[in-house]
């Protein structure tokens, strides 16, 4: 409701101008009255206005006299004035001007002209009050950004020293305070983004400003909450239990005194939220009491090298085995996180890189699922990590047992070929060379084919025919004599084979070569 004053020493003009304007606005304005100037200025120091309907000719302070106290009075900030006279005077014209009044309206009033000044004042208050107001979100909007960043700022810095202006800035942060720092993790695996968390919170209990002094996204994306004490995040974690949101965790810090400390605050609260890590059944951890005195060990690195020499040998079991002794499974709960967090590197570097660098990179799944399991963080609770690690471990072996069996696989193959390429001219069959080289029949000969691209008895005929056209252009005359040191039973087995792969019979081939050679 705005408030209006009429200003005018004839009492029936002021309480008419009000039943008028009542009559046509209800419940639009407040009206104030006055009979002079001096009258009026005195109320408006008071009370205020947003406009005013004054008279000009008035005794003890005129209309024009008002406009200019109320121009030293309010300065910018000055009310919307429409003037009433019972004289088209041209001075008036130029006071109002001068004092920016918004209408002139003679006497005697007509109610339409009164209205419709009214109406057109009220739109362009409402539409400064718009623009004011927004201006007014906007800088409020721009302050939150610019202390956010200072915040974040002072989560990074390593020694706090604030100038004056950041200390403005950030005057208002209550001390004591609490840093909590706060992650959602999907079923999947992956991190619910800092402003649905946000969305979250909110949803458990309400606009999230009501409950914490300061809102932040830290540089990893994560939320991160400055509240006064840790029962604003007790409370959240209370409300996420008992709407079984599993996905939430919150890690909150020791109690910060200064601005000062706020990093280090800040780092309490990131370490606390990685300790669930280790606590699946808890969704909230304080710093104080994860920082007690923990278990920590040697990096077990004679294991280490045994876990490297297992691999590829098909002792899955003994593999396994080997894993939960090296991350002391049995005091998980006990556990210094920088232990773990130290295995999880050294197999990384000591095992994992190491196969890759011997044997070369894996299938894309197997490169796929190392990226993620390379960090241990990249899953919300501990036995997610264990179970993937040991997953990828189980690929692994089965993949250098693959590359050593081709290897093995390349170099029998080898020695078969060789061993047709010396023998060719015996009686051969698959039979004798699986047994030369040590593998099953059925399996050399699948084998065999694979490496080849052809079966044995095909491959074995082409070796014969090889010789066989050698022998041919060195002019041996007589083809059962070729026949017969290439290892063919007979000239017409010879003939036939060599017809069947060459297209021409062993007679016209050597007729051939030798009209070659006279031309």
Not at 183 to 206: C, F, H, P, W
Request: proline letters at 2%; glycine letters at 6%; a negative charge.
């Amino acid at each position: 409701m705005k408030k209006l004053l009429i200003v005018d020493d004839e009492k029936n003009i002021r309480v008419g101008l009000k039943i008028m304007i009542e009559r046509e606005f209800p419940s639009a304005y407040t009206i104030i009255m006055a009979s002079n100037g001096a009258e009026a200025l005195e109320v408006f120091k008071t009370d205020g206005a947003d406009i005013i309907i004054t008279d000009i000719r008035m005794p003890v302070m005129d209309g024009i006299m008002l406009l200019e106290q109320l121009s030293v009075e309010v300065g910018e900030k000055r009310p919307a004035v429409v003037i009433l006279s019972g004289y088209d005077d041209f001075e008036y014209a130029k006071c109002a001007i001068r004092y920016r009044v918004k209408d002139y309206l003679l006497k005697p009033i007509r109610r339409d002209e009164l209205f419709e000044i009214l109406k057109h004042i009220h739109k362009e208050l409402e539409e400064q009050e718009f623009s004011v107001k927004k201006i007014e979100r906007e800088t409020e909007q721009f302050r939150k950004e610019l202390r956010s960043s200072r915040l974040r700022g002072l989560l990074q810095q390593q020694e706090v020293q604030l100038e004056s202006e950041q200390q403005a800035e950030l005057e208002g942060l209550e001390v004591p305070f609490i840093v909590g720092v706060l992650n959602y993790y999907y079923n999947d695996g992956t991190r619910m983004k800092s402003a649905e968390v946000q969305g979250l919170i909110e949803r458990l209990m309400g606009p999230i400003e009501k409950c914490f002094l300061e809102i932040i996204t830290d540089w990893d994306g994560r939320l991160v909450l400055i509240g006064t004490s840790a029962q604003s995040f007790m409370e959240l974690s209370r409300q996420a239990d008992a709407r079984e949101i599993t996905g939430l965790s919150i890690g909150i810090s020791s109690e910060g005194k200064s601005l000062e400390v706020l990093r280090s605050c800040y780092k309490e609260a990131c370490r606390a939220l990685q300790y669930t890590f280790l606590y699946p059944q808890e969704n909230l951890l304080d710093y104080e009491d994860v920082s007690q005195e923990r278990r920590n060990f040697p990096l077990p690195k004679e294991e280490l090298r045994k876990l490297l020499n297992m691999l590829g040998t098909e002792r899955e079991k003994e593999i396994k085995y080997l894993l939960s002794v090296i991350f002391q499974t049995e005091h998980l709960k006990e556990l210094d996180l920088s232990y773990l967090e130290n295995v999880g590197q050294s197999i990384n570097e000591q095992v994992l890189d190491e196969v890759f660098r011997v044997y070369g990179e894996a299938s894309v799944e197997v490169l796929k699922l190392y990226r993620t399991v390379g960090n241990m963080y990249n899953y919300r609770h501990f036995h997610d990590y264990y179970r993937a690690l040991e997953n990828l471990l189980l690929s692994v072996n089965d993949y250098i047992l693959g590359v050593r069996s081709a290897h093995t696989e390349h170099a029998d193959m080898e020695e078969a070929l060789n061993y047709i390429e010396t023998n060719y001219a015996r009686p051969l069959n698959m039979a004798m060379v699986s047994n030369h080289v040590s593998l099953n029949y059925s399996y050399f000969s699948e084998a065999f084919k694979a490496y080849t691209g052809e079966n044995f008895v095909i491959y074995l005929k082409k070796v014969r025919i090889r010789h066989a056209k050698a022998l041919l252009a060195k002019g041996c005359s007589k083809l059962a004599e070729v026949s017969e040191k290439v290892g063919f039973e007979n000239s017409k087995q010879f003939a036939r084979v060599f017809k069947e792969l060459e297209g021409i019979s062993p007679g016209d081939y050597r007729a051939k070569i030798l009209s070659e050679d006279l031309s």
